[in-house]
């Protein structure tokens, strides 16, 4: 026993390292994130799951089960109700929820990868290409595209109770199934690869894997039929299958389809190699080809496949129905896609490592420049959010002081029209193009608030009209993109 115990606190000593590398970056990641948690990208279809919202809060409970395109969301519904109940003051909060789950992603790829390859220096990079990655941020800012952050989490987490021993285990990998398929319906084209990841990374024993096949099926089988009870009769449906290619027959458009997968990945590469020009993308890209062939001996080939499998048949749906030009490039495909990139480079990471376990010096050497690697990936997709966020600032939709600002006067029209005991009606305007005031006001106050009357389509008297542009005087808020529709003032002889 006390020959053992300096080996032993070796080992913990190392945990604890790794730990802490694992929390630092996470941590880089949270700050990285939340370069843009001001930006408050909103979008018709944020309108149209805030509408449901308040109809939900009005007492309208089966609104949660209403399809959102060609899926349906009841997890996500009631995860954002809260939010948009009191938007805009929570808007930051909800960010903080998805940067959260995008976080939890990185750590459970990090217990996937110290499952499942060699060295613990790979499962870190895994972790940190994920936690750090600005490939598909679209899921974390742009909020009605949040089902794919969220989703992902779930199923990460599903593959990693499939791939442990027990019971309980499975029984929290179906719950956590059935999570991601609540967030977001498409989940139902990831659960063939979770299948696939726990016969390949999991226990080897018949009965895990039955367990296994027993979750998988059974949480497909129930969101398929749920699928087509919900949205299979849906138009949209056919709106999404004609929209991009009218008339193309379909083995034409599964070759199509099949192309733009490709180019997807190709593209979600790139884009993951920040610091590189564009003309040298081509040559970037053969360099993870080039090592696979190399390493090929070392390489986790099942974790690789586990990812493709994974990601592929999603992305494949998705650019098959929505056949529309570069639709591969939307940024909210391409967040879960790109975790079967990291899986590769982890992969090779782990692989040159354990092929330069007997030269010692070389595999030093490749530790010791594994941090600048890992600051210029970092330093390149820091410039991207920063980019970001400094665009979408400068649009008045986007900005806090717009929201904020609305949000600001009909608080104080309110407060002051209940004061003075005379209910002020909004006028019908255009604050921006397709966003007129009423709708902005259904927003920030979904229950109303006293004293201000809001009929659809109702322009207001002169004198009404005159009321409004004096209550906004009083409130002193700066509106962006606003000014220029305030009348002539009125000149008092």
Same mark, same amino acid.
Request: a positive charge; glycine letters at 6%.
């Given at each position: 026993m006390a020959a053992s115990s300096p080996v032993s606190s070796a080992l913990a000593s190392q945990r604890w390292r790794r730990g802490a590398l694992l929390a630092a970056i996470l941590l880089i990641g949270a700050r990285l994130a939340w370069v843009e948690s001001r930006?408050?990208?909103?979008?018709?279809?944020?309108? /149209?799951?805030?509408? &449901?919202?308040?109809?939900?809060? !009005?007492?309208?409970?089966?609104? @949660?089960?209403?399809?959102?395109?060609?899926?349906?969301?009841?997890?996500?519904?009631?995860?954002?109700?809260?939010?948009?109940?009191?938007?805009?003051?929570?808007?930051?909060?909800?960010?903080?929820?998805?940067?959260?789950?995008?976080? !939890?992603?990185?750590?459970?790829?990090?217990?996937?990868?110290?499952?499942?390859?060699?060295? +613990?220096?790979?499962?870190?990079?895994?972790?940190?290409?994920?936690?750090?990655?600005?490939?598909?941020?679209?899921?974390?800012?742009?909020?009605?595209? %949040?089902?794919?952050?969220?989703?992902?989490?779930?199923?990460? #987490?599903?593959?990693?109770?499939?791939?442990?021993?027990?019971?309980?285990?499975?029984?929290?990998?179906?719950?956590?199934?059935?999570? !991601?398929?609540?967030?977001?319906?498409?989940? $139902?084209?990831? @659960?063939?690869?979770?299948?696939?990841?726990?016969?390949?990374? &999991?226990?080897?024993?018949?009965?895990?894997?039955?367990?296994?096949?027993? /979750?998988?099926?059974?949480?497909?089988?129930?969101?398929?039929?749920?699928?087509?009870?919900?949205?299979?009769?849906?138009?949209?449906?056919?709106?999404?299958?004609? /929209?991009? %290619? +009218?008339?193309?027959?379909?083995? +034409?458009?599964?070759?199509?389809?099949?192309?733009?997968?490709?180019?997807?990945?190709?593209?979600?590469?790139? /884009?993951?190699?920040?610091?590189?020009?564009?003309?040298? $993308?081509?040559?970037?890209?053969?360099?993870?080809?080039?090592?696979?062939?190399?390493?090929?001996?070392?390489?986790?080939?099942?974790?690789?496949?586990?990812?493709?499998?994974?990601? %592929?048949?999603? #992305?494949?749906?998705?650019?098959?129905?929505?056949?529309?030009h570069d639709v591969w490039k939307i940024s909210r495909y391409c967040y879960q896609g790109y975790t079967f990139w990291i899986a590769v480079i982890g992969s090779l990471f782990d692989a040159l490592l354990w092929r330069l376990e007997p030269q010692p010096r070389w595999r030093r050497a490749l530790l010791g420049i594994s941090p600048l690697l890992a600051a210029g990936y970092l330093a390149g997709h820091y410039l991207v959010v920063r980019h970001h966020r400094d665009y979408f600032s400068r649009q008045a939709i986007m900005s806090q002081q717009f929201w904020f600002g609305w949000d600001h006067f009909f608080r104080a029209a309110s407060a002051h029209r209940a004061e003075i005991g005379r209910p002020l009606r909004l006028p019908f305007l255009e604050v921006l193009p397709g966003l007129n005031l009423h709708v902005i006001y259904r927003m920030c106050e979904p229950g109303g608030l006293p004293g201000l009357l809001a009929e659809h389509g109702a322009v207001g008297t002169p004198e009404e009209r005159d009321q409004f542009w004096q209550e906004l005087d009083r409130a002193h808020v700066h509106l962006p993109g606003f000014e220029q529709h305030r009348p002539p003032r009125r000149v008092t002889p």
């Open positions: 930006v408050m990208e909103i979008l018709p279809d944020d309108v /149209v799951l805030m509408n &449901g919202s308040a109809r939900i809060a !009005a007492g309208s409970w089966g609104q @949660i089960w209403a399809p959102k395109d060609i899926h349906f969301i009841p997890l996500y519904r009631l995860l954002r109700l809260p939010f948009d109940l009191h938007f805009p003051a929570w808007y930051v909060r909800f960010h903080a929820v998805l940067l959260a789950a995008h976080l !939890a992603s990185a750590a459970i790829l990090y217990l996937l990868a110290r499952r499942s390859l060699r060295s +613990p220096w790979a499962a870190l990079v895994t972790a940190m290409l994920f936690a750090w990655s600005t490939v598909g941020d679209e899921a974390l800012v742009w909020k009605a595209a %949040a089902p794919f952050a969220l989703s992902w989490t779930f199923l990460l #987490l599903a593959l990693y109770g499939l791939t442990q021993r027990g019971k309980g285990w499975t029984a929290g990998a179906a719950a956590a199934l059935l999570a !991601a398929v609540g967030f977001f319906s498409g989940a $139902l084209f990831v @659960i063939p690869g979770v299948l696939l990841g726990a016969w390949l990374l &999991g226990p080897p024993d018949r009965d895990a894997r039955r367990r296994a096949l027993g /979750v998988c099926f059974g949480v497909w089988l129930a969101g398929s039929l749920t699928w087509l009870v919900l949205v299979a009769a849906e138009p949209v449906l056919a709106h999404y299958w004609t /929209v991009g %290619a +009218p008339g193309v027959a379909v083995l +034409p458009r599964l070759v199509w389809a099949a192309e733009d997968t490709v180019h997807s990945y190709a593209y979600q590469f790139a /884009v993951g190699a920040r610091l590189l020009p564009e003309r040298f $993308l081509f040559w970037l890209l053969l360099l993870p080809v080039m090592a696979l062939l190399l390493l090929r001996r070392w390489v986790q080939w099942r974790w690789i496949l586990t990812f493709f499998v994974m990601t %592929a048949p999603m #992305l494949f749906v998705i650019v098959l129905i929505r056949r529309e």
